[in-house]
């Protein structure tokens, strides 16, 4: 009988590829296959922070995401995605599965887990997360002591994302996108403007730090955050 292989859920950070764990680059440099996503068949970014560690001789298995507000659309190649690594998995090859940041949170690996962690050996490697690199690029601690800090998505319903606010000393907010003009209407009421920060691409060679209350557009690229610090000023 072939021994299956094992699947490695592996996180390689927010951008910088010296932020990848020595973990992640010991299974990256030995992988025999290297899957990732690709957002409607562009570049993946996973796979170009590890790329300075990927085998020349690595077999590459792109899954093709497909961005849509509908959910079928991705719940099918995640399907496809599972399908194609279990095909590995039982011909005893091992596959490395790169996610950007940390592979359980809000990462896209935590769905191919479910598909495949009941029947293979699934192992998660955690990754640095784009939330942690925004507080170090912006030199600012994201909480002390007893402060209480949040991970808000900026899809949040306006009442929600206003509670949440009031009652945390920091919080990230994230997936803002075209949702930016809606978050900065909620932190002018609540007179955060001038507490807030945006991150773009932290650690990326092209990274930007701006105060929101500088930042003039009615939107954010995908990699970005939103630091906002609602308690006393204690830095």
Known sequence: MVKHGTVYGVGVGPGDPELMTVKAWRLISTAPVIAYLAANGKDSTARDIALPFIPDDAEHLVIDMPMRTEREPGEKAYDFGAKAIAVHLKAGRDVVVLCEGDPFFYGSFMYLFARLAKAHTTVVVPGVTSITASAAAIGRPLSARNEVVKVLPATLAEDRLR?????????????????????????????????????????????????????????????????????????
């Open 163 to 235: 509670e949440e606010l009031l009652t945390t000393e920091s919080a990230a907010i994230i997936k803002v996108g075209r949702h930016l003009p809606r978050v900065r209407n909620i932190l002018g009421l609540l007179d955060l403007t001038t507490r807030a920060h945006v991150i773009i691409k932290a650690t990326h060679e092209d990274q930007q730090t701006i105060p929101l209350a500088e930042f003039s557009g009615d939107t954010l690229p995908y990699f970005a955050t939103i630091l906002v610090y609602t308690g006393a000023e204690a830095w």
